[in-house]
């Protein structure tokens, strides 16, 4: 409950901050892959298949005369994926399905570039949800990395975003040694209105 308070903290403070500059709002939906990795080489480990995740947000990008500009938003994804003992031959291996929900704040830089690309990357804050899974917990701070394109019709715009984002990079509470964090790479659509 902690960490979904201090990620609508950061919300509120974020509205508070651009709400001063026009910008652009941007509905999104992604689709994508995410599976558990290691930080660590481990050996014996489980075997992971990735089962598709989606994704849903909205994403604020600051209007600016710069260069470079600011990105936030707030977005919900569910990731699915199987998860296989790693057994002896003569074992036989049993599988089954988990899922990861996740409620993410990016905090990225974002740059226009050739007048219909742009790239974006920076921080990601990700509070786990409804932990039923056997893997560590997620929440914390992840990296994002993104090139997408962007078709302008007045003051809509359509979106699309080739993204990698790594997950709990640095978890909450800090979990020292071995662990997982999620992997997750995809594509996300979006609609955005220029305020």
Known sequence: MKSFITVLVICLFSGNIFAQNAGKL??????SAALPVYNRNVVGGAD???????????????????????ETGLEYARHKYVISSNL?????????????????????????????LFVHGGALVDVELNKKNSIDKQSGIG??????????????SFVINPFLQRHAFVSFPDDTGTRQS????????????SL
């Open 182 to 193: 999620l992997l997750n790479t995809g594509v996300r659509v979006g609609l955005a209105y």
């Open 88 to 116: 002896p031959p003569n074992i036989p291996a049993t599988s089954r399905e988990e899922k990861v929900e996740l409620l993410s704040v990016p905090v990225y830089a974002h740059l226009n570039f050739l007048k219909y």
């Open 143 to 156: 990296l994002g990395l993104g090139l997408g394109g962007q078709i302008n019709i007045k003051r809509i």
């Open 48 to 70: 992971f298949e990735s089962k598709g995740s989606s994704a849903f947000g909205m994403r604020y990008i600051l209007k600016s005369k710069k260069a470079i500009t600011f």
């Open 26 to 31: 941007m509905a999104t939906y992604a689709y």
